[in-house]
């Protein structure tokens, strides 16, 4: 683990639909200008999904990332982490496509199939901008996102044959235990970057027993040789971060993840949530690592050697 904390921010994601909130970022113009806003801000890697701005949907298809991407980079030095997630209802060929296409620093992995369950939202969210938003919240019910062993090696081998690293999303414990199966195959490359998923229905819970779990079990795994993130859902996104990073992690925010600032009250901007990170960590005496710190601390190949 490194002295320093890394800040990633989610900008927009695949799992929240653009209705429930008004500042989450839809259209490449959007979506640049809230990541590079959260680079400002301190964020040292950026996560980005795209989304079609017709309907919202997400989209793997590489003509919607090239926009932001060349806007981002061009602004910013942080890091570039593209999704593999994309939507549960792509093939891998197709949540690859982007990643395979730019051939990024980062990528982000998941670790295995896991029942993924946000029906719960329509308790609290009644009003849709596109009618497939409720469709697919309801739908999430009879829903396993398929992350197979096959899925992930495919993944792998494709990311090391581009010289890409990994943001290894680890939704529970059985995912550290198949990261670890990996890395006894040769196919995962140390330091792993593993980002503990905490509060999604259908993975590890929020509570901080459940944080330390992840933590007790990915030390026996791993030892001292993994780079660890934590990442909560929804509400818990900020409590469980401090918690970590007190702990010696790395942390992640962003709209993806939370829509939220405080209680009830919406976040207008990427850029606030990572402020508000950063204002506990420095509270906190932690130092937050600039991106070519953790470009180092994560043994990423470069900014130069991407493909946008």
Known sequence: ????????????????????????????????????????????????????????????????????????????????????????????????????????????????????????????????????????????????????????????????????????ECYDISHLYNLAHFMDRGLVKTPPFIQSVFGLLGGIGPNPEDLMHMRRTADRLFGNNYQWSILGAGRNQIPLATIGAAMGSNVRVGLEDSLWIAPKKLAQSNADQVKQIRTILEALNLEIATPAEARQILQLKGADNVNF
């Open 1 to 168: 683990m490194s002295s320093k904390v890394i800040i990633t921010c989610a900008v927009t994601g695949a799992i929240h639909t653009p209705s429930m909130s008004e500042h989450l970022p839809v259209t490449a113009d959007e979506i640049a200008n809230a990541a590079i806003a959260a680079a400002d801000a301190g964020a040292a890697i950026l996560h980005l999904h795209a989304r079609d701005p017709e309907n919202g949907k997400p989209t793997q298809d590489p003509d919607y990332f090239r926009p932001f991407l060349s806007q981002i980079k061009e602004k910013t030095n942080a890091i570039i982490n593209i999704t593999t997630g994309g939507s549960p209802h792509m093939t891998v060929e197709e949540r690859m496509l982007p990643a395979t296409t730019f051939k990024p620093e980062l990528a982000s992995l998941n670790m295995g199939s896991m029942n993924f369950g946000l029906y719960t939202m329509l308790n609290r969210f009644t009003e849709f901008k596109h009618e497939w938003e409720r469709q697919h919240l309801e739908n999430s019910r009879d829903l396993v996102f398929k992350n197979t062993f096959n899925d992930i090696e495919t993944i792998l081998r494709i990311g090391n044959e581009n010289g890409t690293r990994f943001e290894f």
